[in-house]
């Protein structure tokens, strides 16, 4: 079993609709949350940090439920530009390394 | 300021011959991660080097792989004896350990390509 499991998608989106979409993470012991953005060929950019209650960052918002093991992420209003693969990437260590899951890919339709 | 960079940006290599690669972390930042993303694979973790000690190599796939650090800044990652299955984005990554604990900064990476 993958330590951070994703939904692949595609998740095809009209602009300005609402899209969300979860990942699960097995180790219970995980310590950090993130959502990373990653675009075509391109390298992983952090997108926002996810905290227990709880953090919106513009049209952003993120959940993280410890007792279930996942967190969510959504996306309002979306924007043609929001097309991309989202990372759920957790941390497990001191040394900060970091767990990724395959990632979701958003498309985002006119 | 400059972000990470990674060199080569691509690199062709026949199966059997060893290739480095090269990070060129932000300046100041102690943390450096070394990850792969193959074809349709989410990113895998090799490497992290605070300042130049590796205190965890546990990603590292095979003793064919190894990196090192130098002056606290430009890491390098060795394969040898390449292998079809190597072919990769290798990803370097940089963090700010008294700035932003968690924060890590990707290079552009390179892509590997082993004929």
């Known amino acids: 079993r993958k330590e951070v499991e994703q939904d692949p998608g595609p998740f095809n989106v009209p602009e300005g609709a609402t899209v969300a979409f979860n990942c699960t993470y097995s180790?219970?012991?995980?310590?950090?949350f993130f959502w990373y953005r990653q675009d075509c060929r391109k390298e992983p950019k952090l997108l926002m940090s996810?905290?227990?209650s709880g953090n919106e960052d513009g049209r952003f918002t993120a959940q993280l439920n410890r007792a279930s093991q996942y967190i969510s992420l959504l996306i309002r209003d979306s924007k043609l530009s929001d097309s991309a693969t989202y990372l759920c990437?957790?941390?497990?260590?001191?040394?900060?390394?970091?767990?990724f899951g395959a990632g979701t890919q958003v498309v985002v339709t006119p | 300021g400059a972000g990470v960079s990674q060199s080569p940006s691509n690199k062709v290599t026949e199966k059997g011959k060893d290739v480095e690669l090269r990070c060129d972390p932000i300046s100041g930042h102690t943390a450096l991660y070394w990850y792969r993303q193959s074809l349709g694979q989410g990113l895998e973790f090799l490497i992290y080097?605070?300042?130049?000690?590796?205190?965890?190599k546990s990603g590292l796939p095979s003793d064919r792989f190894s990196a090192e650090r130098t002056g606290g800044s430009v890491s390098t990652l060795t394969i040898q004896r390449t292998q079809q299955e190597d072919s990769a984005v290798y990803l370097c990554?940089?963090?700010?350990?008294?700035?932003?604990?968690?924060?890590?900064?990707f290079g552009p990476g390179t892509r590997l390509t082993v004929t």
């Open positions: 080097f605070q300042g130049n000690s590796a205190p965890d």
């Open positions: 990554a940089s963090r700010n350990l008294v700035a932003g604990p968690y924060e890590q900064y």
């Open positions: 180790n219970s012991a995980s310590q950090s």
């Open positions: 990437v957790v941390t497990t260590d001191s040394w900060g390394k970091l767990q």
């Open positions: 996810v905290y227990s």
